[in-house]
């Protein structure tokens, strides 16, 4: 028969218990908890085995479980020595991999979310065929202006080309476009002309559309922007009609996000013969070289004067759009190499590796050093990439010379530092276990300087070596040496 | 930890109890007369210090006993050697708790 009340401080006991175990690491609670409650289970057996309540046995039980407190601080103390641990790996080989792979997670979630960057990563999209040239009136001083009238155009495509194997003409005008009976907005509209995307090489639209018999209406290829927002994303929108102005034209294709990387931006490019571009404000000629004419390239462009009917002489500027088309990896490993040839100018690239005793790291102590070394840089090459594309499109949805420029310097700085990062680091590490050296001390005097060294001594936390620096280089100790401690050291560095 | 490292008398106790045989944390109490917030402690201590392992109880022989199932405590080799320095050290340790064979003897 259980005593009455006895309830009561059973309950109590249990609640003791459960707060202590509050206190107990999460890992071990439950098994902490399963030993105190059969333990109590026993206590309670050995001090109250009698049906009556007794005071001085629930005192006593009571104690006991109010001893579980110091038993749970015991081992939460016991985690935070484990914690304590796990904070000597702080400056470890692991300690600094595990960074650089936490920034190049982050550098490329960044780059997989930014419309920008995207756009970048898929150069199958926007590369162009080689040697095209954007063709400009060479008193016109400001690049990538839109020079050349249609009638001229025209003119050039009837005469005998020499060194172009073929031309094409758009220009940007604003116009209504509308699909069904929505009245639509003004939006940006290139003409050009039929031609215009096979020379690019630029694979949009669907052939077919507008082409088929009976079809004489004008092809319109919709950017991916003005797909998404003009026509709600509609996939039955190819072979549809929409008007552009008062004109109906047939839609042939949406071109790709970033697709369109010459000057200009428009939300459609309405695709037509030649004869039939109206007159009007001046557009682009582009051009396909022949191989003898891109020999003549110089700063990528090319001085063309044009003979006319009348006897007179035209001057026109070709200019080369391939920058705006190589992608990001061509900027990226022009800065990459840019960075490893500035590296000498910045700091020393020798890795100091000289000791006063005859011990030296055993070859694969020195495989895992120079793997370390390695493994950073591969870590840093891969941070530079993701890094100054996010930073770069970070105001940019698409691309722009700005944005190049900013990928440009960035992916230069990032790299250049990175790199000069990662040999100041390895210079720091311990030949034994890669840990960095730590606790400088200043040793000697500067003016016993002939006498004896002096400089600056860390410690590897292991105890394997130690680093002196010199604090003046002299002709007897000029670059930073590593020491080996033997085991008699060992007691001193104890973990 | 080296078998000669010197142990407070306290733990002291606690391993000559658990090597008397008396190899639960309740038991352990009553023997030492020690409370039951140094007791657990020190046990935890001295088990990551592996000179006592512990070990939970075959949950059908509690079953068959109708008690809750009970960890108990075994020295472990080292454990042992610690326990022969810290009998030299404190001589009257056996005396106070007095082991199986000691009571044989």
């Known amino acids: ?495 | 930890m080296a078998s000669d490292a010197k142990l407070s008398h306290t733990a002291a106790m606690i391993l000559q109890a658990i090597d008397a045989g008396f190899v639960y944390g309740f038991s352990v109490m009553e023997m030492t007369g020690l409370p039951s917030g140094t007791v657990y402690p020190a046990m935890r201590r001295l088990e990551s210090d592996n000179l006592i392992r512990s070990q939970w109880e075959k949950q059908s022989i509690a079953d068959a006993e109708q008690r809750p199932a009970r960890k108990y405590y075994k020295l472990t080799a080292t454990g042992r050697s610690t326990l022969e320095a810290s009998r030299r050290r404190y001589p009257l340790l056996e005396r106070m708790i007095p082991s199986e064979e000691t009571e044989s003897k």
């Not at chain 1, 009556?52 to 479980?65: D, M």
């Not at chain 1, 088929?212 to 996939?235: C, Q, T």
């Open chain 1, 1 to 495: 028969m259980k005593p009455p009340f006895g309830w009561v401080f059973r309950v109590f006991d249990q609640c003791l218990l459960r707060s202590a175990s509050v206190l107990v690491p999460g890992e071990q609670r439950s098994e902490w908890q399963q030993e105190w409650k059969a333990e109590l289970w026993h206590v309670r057996q050995a001090c109250a085995p009698t049906a009556a309540v007794s005071l001085k046995a629930e005192e006593a039980i009571t104690a006991f479980c109010l001893g579980a407190f110091q038993d749970a601080l015991y081992l939460r103390r016991g985690s935070r020595r484990k914690g304590t641990r796990l904070a000597l790996m702080h400056g470890s080989a692991w300690h600094c991999l595990f960074w650089l792979a936490a920034v190049l997670a982050v550098s490329y979630t960044i780059a997989n979310i930014s419309a920008g960057v995207i756009a970048e990563r898929h150069p199958e999209h926007y590369r162009v065929r080689s040697n095209l040239i954007l063709i400009q009136d060479a008193h016109d001083t400001g690049d990538w202006a839109a020079t050349i009238p249609v009638e001229r155009y025209r003119s050039w495509k009837r005469m005998h080309q020499e060194y172009f194997d073929d031309l094409a003409f758009y220009r940007i005008q604003h116009e209504t476009l509308s699909a069904g009976g929505d009245s639509g907005g003004v939006r940006a509209v290139g003409h050009g002309s039929a031609n215009l995307f096979a020379l690019l090489g630029l694979s949009v639209g669907s052939k077919d559309a507008g082409n088929s018999a009976g079809n004489s209406e004008p092809r319109l290829i919709v950017s991916y922007d003005a797909w998404k927002r003009d026509f709600g994303s509609n996939p039955h929108l190819i072979n549809s009609l929409i008007r552009v102005g008062e004109r109906r034209v047939r839609v042939a294709g949406v071109a790709p996000y970033g697709a369109w990387r010459l000057p200009g931006e428009a939300d459609a490019w309405m695709l037509e013969p030649d004869s039939a571009i109206a007159a009007g404000a001046a557009g682009y000629v582009l051009a396909h070289m022949t191989p003898s004419v891109r020999s003549e390239m110089w700063n990528e462009r090319v001085y063309i004067t044009v003979h006319e009917a009348d006897g007179s002489d035209e001057d026109f500027w070709g200019i080369s759009f391939e920058e705006r088309t190589q992608g990001p990896w061509g900027i990226y490993l022009f800065t990459v190499m840019l960075s490893f040839l500035s590296l000498p100018a910045l700091t020393s690239v020798a890795i100091a590796d000289y000791s006063f005793s005859s011990h030296q790291p055993s070859w694969t102590r020195n495989v895992i050093r120079w793997a370390f070394l390695g493994g950073k840089i591969i870590f840093l090459l891969a941070i530079t990439y993701f890094l100054s594309l996010d930073l770069a499109y970070f105001s940019s949805t698409r691309y722009s010379p700005g944005a190049s420029g900013v990928q440009f310097i960035f992916s230069f700085f990032i790299c250049v530092f990175g790199l000069r990062w990662a040999v100041l680091d390895q210079r720091q590490r311990c030949p034994v276990c890669l840990r960095r050296v730590t606790h400088p001390a200043r040793v000697g005097l500067a003016s016993r300087t002939f006498l004896a060294w002096n400089g600056t001594e860390l410690m590897c936390t292991g105890g394997h070596t130690l680093l002196h620096v010199p604090g003046l280089p002299t002709s007897w100790f000029d670059a930073p040496r590593w020491v080996y401690l033997d085991s008699s050291w060992k007691f001193l560095f104890a973990e």
